[in-house]
């Protein structure tokens, strides 16, 4: 993936592949015989789309798992596709339901709302529960909003502040550990703004025992060796949500195990679930937050 002028997203067809998991062969097939897309060209010849594709394939996926065979979708406009993908997830809402609540407060900007929502299923069920069984589905669902364009950037922004504050809330809870020999480095490469999945690893480390230095998001690297000049750590921990090719994720992962040779590494993240094995040591690579609680308790 990468920007053209006026910062245009663009995607490779196995960038498609990649994010969908419908594969490039599927897509191409698609193309010839229904003219489901009308990619744009290089100058080279070599295509390659833009948002608008992205988010109608992922619309085609989920009619798909609705039961909907390509050669109907294939007639559908671009209107009616949203329409049915609406009305697939509204099947199964409820609005009772503490996922719609969040919805619903998320739309109306409603801050009061939203807060009430989460803070009765912590008292109800635990903080990790809350986060496994109600956040995560909460943008799952989010996920599928913006593919249908139901809602804006600012509402997403709107609801990730509020969940911020109450992870950093939870964080403060915490008892500061007493061993201060097992330090993480938590921060995210400078192009990184999603932080989330960060503070949740910041969460399960401090509950675990161990010593957190937080940078959070957009972390230049000579900032971070710095950090590592000054107290030294024998992990560090990032993510990688936003796009970034598989080139410059495995180029910057290099640059990490060069420059921080003494420390193991923790990586996670829907970026790296496509990268090739690293055949690195230091490199531990997480799919689930189970994985990362399980290392912990052996640590």
């Keep these: 993936m990468e920007k053209r002028e006026m910062d245009i997203q663009v995607y490779s067809i196995k960038d498609l ?13 698609w193309e010839k015989r229904y003219n489901i897309f009308e990619p744009q060209r ?11 594709d992205l988010r109608k394939l992922l619309n085609i996926s989920i009619l798909l798992e609705n039961n909907f065979k390509i ?11 949203l329409k ?10 409820d609005k009772n339901d503490p996922v719609e609540k969040l919805i619903i407060a998320m ?11 989460v803070l009765k ?16 589905p909460f943008f799952t669902k989010v996920g599928i909003l913006w593919q249908t ?14 969940i911020k504050k109450l992870f950093f809330s939870e964080i403060e809870k915490l008892k500061e550990p007493e061993n201060e020999n097992r330090k993480f480095i938590l921060f995210l490469h400078e192009n990184e703004l999603h932080e989330l999945g960060l503070l949740y690893s910041y969460y399960l480390i401090k509950k675990a025992g161990g010593k957190v230095i937080y940078l ?13 000049n000054a107290k030294p750590a024998e992990f560090l921990v990032t993510s990688f949500t936003s796009n970034i090719s598989k080139q410059k994720l495995t180029e910057y992962i290099g640059d990490l195990t060069e420059k921080f040779n003494k420390s193991k590494i923790i990586i996670s993240g829907i970026q790296i679930k496509n990268l090739p094995e690293l055949n690195n040591e230091k490199i531990i690579k997480l799919t689930t937050f189970y994985e990362l609680e399980k290392i912990l308790k052996i640590l």
């Design 42 to 52: 290089t100058d080279t010849n070599i295509r390659y789309y833009l948002d608008n």
């Design 71 to 81: 050669s109907q979708i294939a007639h559908f406009s671009a209107e009616e596709i």
């Design 107 to 117: 739309i109306d900007f409603d801050q009061p709302a939203f807060e009430k929502t």
């Design 17 to 29: 592949e990649d994010i969908s998991g419908i594969k490039a062969h599927t897509i191409r097939i």
């Design 149 to 162: 364009e139901a809602i804006n950037p600012a509402q997403e922004h709107f609801v990730s502040n509020i």
């Design 121 to 136: 299923t912590i008292q109800k069920s635990g903080f990790q529960n809350t986060v496994n069984n109600l956040i995560y």
């Design 216 to 228: 959070g998001q957009s972390v230049p690297l000579p900032d971070l060796v710095k950090t590592w």
């Design 84 to 93: 049915k993908v609406n009305l697939c997830s509204s099947k199964t809402a």
